[in-house]
């Protein structure tokens, strides 16, 4: 079975500063993707970026950056010029890319326990 | 376009009662997926539906069930709850089956099992 581990259950910085939350996983699989989503107090899990394991590249959405290091099992979230609106929860997510019935599990997200992120003013 | 929509937002029940959630997914998403959410914890995957077929079942008790409609909407249903079972429980929904793009959550519904 896949694991998720954030090992920082919480982190801070500073507003415009910049932030890199730690995300590592287990698989024995080759194919998968990886997935950060932001969960404020809202509540709802907003996806933050997604990587393709068969991509090099890392993925970067605007502020928000990864660095993929597919032989390390290791999935981290930059955040650049942090701003107080990013306070929230942040969880990594792994799922397979296997097709077909295998139980089930190649449907399902599976995930950290997440870093809560504070952004100080 | 409406987002992914749960209702009840909250919810108070008392242990051995049963209890019904709902969820909307996004206009022309087929599939809809549970996860429960406890305090301090990642969400854990309970089902997953495609066109109105379970697709995927993760490690939860007989006590959960779910079903999706014609509409693709969904309910999960629990049975003879646990104060365990308090939590936050998520509905996402995605294009297709595998959600090569991700999955879009709602808001939830906060169960509180008392």
């Known amino acids: 079975a896949q694991t998720v581990t954030q090992s920082q259950p919480e982190m801070s910085v500073q507003e415009a500063e910049t932030v890199t939350l730690s995300c590592t996983y287990d698989?024995?699989?080759?194919?998968?993707?990886l997935f950060w989503y932001k969960q404020p107090p809202s509540r709802q899990m907003i996806l933050v970026i997604r990587q393709e394991a068969y991509k090099q590249q890392n993925a970067t959405e605007n502020r928000f950056s990864v660095n993929f290091q597919k032989a390390a099992k290791s999935f981290s979230l930059k955040i650049s010029d942090s701003q107080l609106g990013d306070a929230a929860m942040y969880f990594c997510a792994y799922r397979s890319a296997l097709m077909g019935d295998s139980g089930g599990s190649n449907y399902k997200l599976t995930f950290g326990k997440g870093t809560l992120l504070t952004v100080n003013p | 376009d409406a987002g992914v929509t749960q209702s009840p937002t909250h919810l108070i029940k008392t242990r051995g009662q049963h209890v019904t959630l709902r969820c909307s997914p996004i206009?022309?998403?087929?599939?809809v997926s549970w996860y429960q959410q406890v305090l301090g914890q990642g969400p854990q995957f309970i089902f997953q539906?495609?066109?109105?077929?379970?697709?995927g079942r993760g490690n939860f008790p007989d006590r959960f069930s779910a079903r999706q409609f014609p509409n693709y909407s969904s309910e999960l249903n629990v049975n003879a709850l646990l104060l365990g079972d308090s939590a936050l429980y998520l509905c996402?929904?995605?294009?297709?089956?595998?959600?090569?793009?991700?999955?879009?959550f709602g808001s939830g519904t906060r169960l509180t099992v008392v």
């Open positions: 539906y495609y066109e109105k077929e379970e697709r």
């Open positions: 996402a929904s995605s294009l297709e089956s595998i959600g090569y793009g991700g999955y879009t």
């Open positions: 206009s022309g998403h087929k599939s």
């Open positions: 698989t024995s699989e080759s194919d998968y993707y």
